[in-house]
């Protein structure tokens, strides 16, 4: 409940008429009273706050357990780059292996025609 006579008071002290003042508090008086059943309670703020609350605990719990579901996948794809790691280490020993077998064959097909050469040249 606005108390008008304190406002009215409180108007008349800063320089305003009697009247005037009397006739603002009243104005703002009616205006608060046309206002309160539109007004929110405490109560109805806490309760709403609360269920807000709840929502938004509810929502950090899904954020919460989808973050944990996200770490397992990292760790599942961490471990999957790991084997492929491997993977491509014995890849590369192959590829090795294999220029080496070429370079060993290009040399031995290089010696045995050299000594081909050299035994036509015996020879002719």
């Known amino acids: 409940m606005i108390n008008t006579l304190t406002i009215a008071r409180e108007l ?3 320089g305003i008429k009697r009247e005037q003042a009397e006739a603002i508090a009243d104005v703002v008086a009616d205006a608060v009273s046309h206002q309160n059943g539109n007004l929110a309670t405490t109560e109805f703020v806490r309760t709403h706050v609360g269920e807000l609350q709840k929502g938004t605990d509810g929502k950090i719990d899904s954020i919460r357990v989808e973050i944990g579901d996200l770490r397992v996948e990292i760790s599942d794809l961490r471990v ?3 084997g ?3 993977e491509i280490s ?3 020993a192959k590829i ?3 220029e080496v077998r070429i370079v060993r064959w290009l040399i031995g097909i290089g ?3 050299g000594l081909f050469q050299g035994a036509l040249q015996l020879f002719s």
């Open 12 to 14: 008349t002290k800063s």
């Open 80 to 82: 999957e780059i790991s």
């Open 84 to 86: 492929l790691r491997v």
């Open 90 to 92: 014995a890849l590369d």
């Open 96 to 98: 090795s292996a294999t």
């Open 111 to 113: 010696l045995t025609l």
